[in-house]
């Protein structure tokens, strides 16, 4: 349990943890916020009790940046020492091995952005803005925006939001598939884990697979991709879930069988 950064688990659903932000006013993303969201990741990662991931910030805010104050009289040797720890606290994110989903309300701007594309899918509020305004700053996107933006949203596009540094209202981020659904402000949270929990009861071990085969073939070629999924799907075989899967397609039809996550 962080200071600002804290796991919870969905009482509706104890198969989902909740990575809940919670630093006031804006969830500002400094050093301890990094450091915490690292570590949060990590632990939900090695809970083999969860199944899926919601990151949110709360009802007002999913975060508006990393800390503007903390960075601005840092030099480069401090900064290039900085960045690091801010790069591997959001990939520690991205690299959680199931299914999580980033509930975004109010502003994910620049940090926040970065983190919101961390998660495999995000839910938006009707009112939500996100962006990466740090060419306003002087600066350009630190923490993952020049990489995995224009790995969602293609290259002119993650240009266009980045030479800007505008901020995108969430019907306009749901057109260019910046986010993936766009719902009223007070169901962000319930569409989230409602979404997280339609993952929650399948075989973890095949999506932890289909997640490390489709994000580990976006960084290579095509032939190395393939050989990537090849061997992810020769080696579920090896698994009670794939025995159990395909023993229920026969006997029972596709859609029932039970899966034990091992």
Same mark, same amino acid.
């Given at each position: 349990?962080?200071e *600002?950064?804290?796991?919870?688990?969905?009482?509706? #659903?104890?198969?989902?943890? !909740?990575i809940?932000?919670?630093r006031?006013k %804006?969830?500002a993303?400094?050093?301890?916020v990094?450091r915490?969201l690292g570590a949060?990741?990590?632990r939900?990662?090695a809970d083999?009790? !969860?199944?899926?991931?919601?990151?949110?910030?709360?009802e007002?805010?999913f975060?508006a940046?990393a800390?503007?104050k903390? %960075?601005?009289e840092?030099g480069f040797a401090e900064m290039a020492?900085h960045s690091?720890?801010l790069?591997?606290?959001?990939t520690?994110?991205a690299?959680i091995p199931?299914?999580v989903?980033?509930?975004i +309300?109010?502003?994910?701007?620049?940090g926040?952005c970065?983190?919101?594309?961390c998660?495999?899918?995000?839910?938006?509020a009707?009112?939500?803005?996100l962006g990466?305004?740090?060419?306003?700053?002087?600066?350009?996107p630190?923490?993952g925006g020049?990489?995995?933006?224009?790995?969602l949203?293609g290259?002119?596009r993650?240009?266009?939001?980045?030479? +800007?540094g505008r #901020?995108?209202a969430a019907?306009?981020a749901l057109s260019?598939?910046?986010?993936?659904? !766009? !719902?009223?402000?007070?169901d962000?949270y319930?569409?989230?884990v409602?979404?997280a929990?339609?993952?929650?009861?399948g075989?973890?071990?095949a999506?932890r697979?289909?997640?490390?085969a489709v994000d580990?073939?976006l960084? +290579?070629?095509?032939? +190395?991709?393939?050989?990537i999924e090849? /061997? #992810?799907?020769?080696?579920?075989f090896?698994t009670?879930d794939q025995?159990?899967? /395909?023993?229920? *397609?026969?006997e029972?039809?596709p859609?029932?069988a039970?899966f034990s996550?091992r």
């Amino acid at each position: 349990m962080g200071e *600002f950064v804290r796991v919870e688990r969905d009482g509706g #659903h104890p198969a989902v943890a !909740v990575i809940r932000l919670d630093r006031p006013k %804006m969830n500002a993303i400094d050093a301890r916020v990094q450091r915490e969201l690292g570590a949060a990741a990590a632990r939900v990662s090695a809970d083999d009790d !969860v199944r899926a991931v919601v990151v949110y910030g709360g009802e007002r805010v999913f975060a508006a940046g990393a800390d503007v104050k903390e %960075m601005s009289e840092m030099g480069f040797a401090e900064m290039a020492d900085h960045s690091r720890v801010l790069q591997d606290s959001l990939t520690a994110v991205a690299r959680i091995p199931k299914p999580v989903i980033a509930a975004i +309300t109010g502003f994910a701007l620049g940090g926040g952005c970065e983190l919101a594309l961390c998660a495999d899918f995000r839910v938006a509020a009707e009112d939500a803005r996100l962006g990466q305004p740090e060419i306003r700053l002087g600066v350009i996107p630190g923490a993952g925006g020049t990489q995995r933006l224009p790995r969602l949203i293609g290259p002119a596009r993650a240009k266009d939001l980045i030479f +800007t540094g505008r #901020h995108v209202a969430a019907e306009e981020a749901l057109s260019i598939g910046l986010v993936d659904a !766009v !719902v009223p402000a007070a169901d962000v949270y319930g569409h989230a884990v409602a979404m997280a929990a339609s993952y929650a009861g399948g075989p973890a071990l095949a999506l932890r697979a289909a997640k490390q085969a489709v994000d580990g073939g976006l960084e +290579t070629d095509l032939a +190395t991709g393939l050989e990537i999924e090849r /061997m #992810h799907f020769a080696g579920l075989f090896a698994t009670e879930d794939q025995k159990a899967g /395909m023993r229920s *397609f026969i006997e029972e039809g596709p859609g029932k069988a039970r899966f034990s996550g091992r």
